[in-house]
């Protein structure tokens, strides 16, 4: 059973930068996509950005040229990290990791990004 374990988020003030994380286990991966999505209060869940198999990515609107993503592969784990840059108050959210593999999709718990001053 595929399981994911997300790094804490944090506080930052705007501009600041933080880093998260995601340790995917329990399949082969040999076919994926890997990445996060966030949801603030009163919004739907949103694509923030994603990798596939291929190391292809794909950044939503709001946080390209700020945000970046990287996977790394060993055996039965993948793991992303996503290094966000320049932030925003709205990139105040939860954040959730999200894999597509073998057909099915799993979510991780989700962990709190906020940027205030």
């Known amino acids: 059973q595929v399981q994911l374990v997300e790094s804490e988020g944090g506080s930052v003030q705007p501009g600041g930068s933080l880093r998260v994380s995601c340790v995917a286990s329990?399949?082969?991966?040999?076919?994926?996509?890997m990445g996060w999505y966030r949801e603030a209060p009163g919004n739907q869940r949103e694509l923030v950005a994603v990798?596939?198999?291929?190391?292809?990515?794909?950044?939503g609107d709001s946080v390209k040229g700020r945000f970046t993503i990287s996977r790394n592969k060993a055996q039965n784990t993948l793991t992303v990290n996503m290094n966000m840059n320049s932030l925003r108050a709205e990139d105040t959210a939860v954040y959730y990791c999200?894999?597509?593999?073998?057909?099915?999709?799993?979510w991780g718990q989700g962990t709190q990004v906020t940027v205030s001053s």
């Open positions: 329990g399949s082969t991966f040999d076919t994926y996509v």
């Open positions: 990798i596939n198999d291929y190391g292809v990515a794909t950044y």
């Open positions: 999200n894999v597509i593999t073998k057909g099915r999709s799993h």
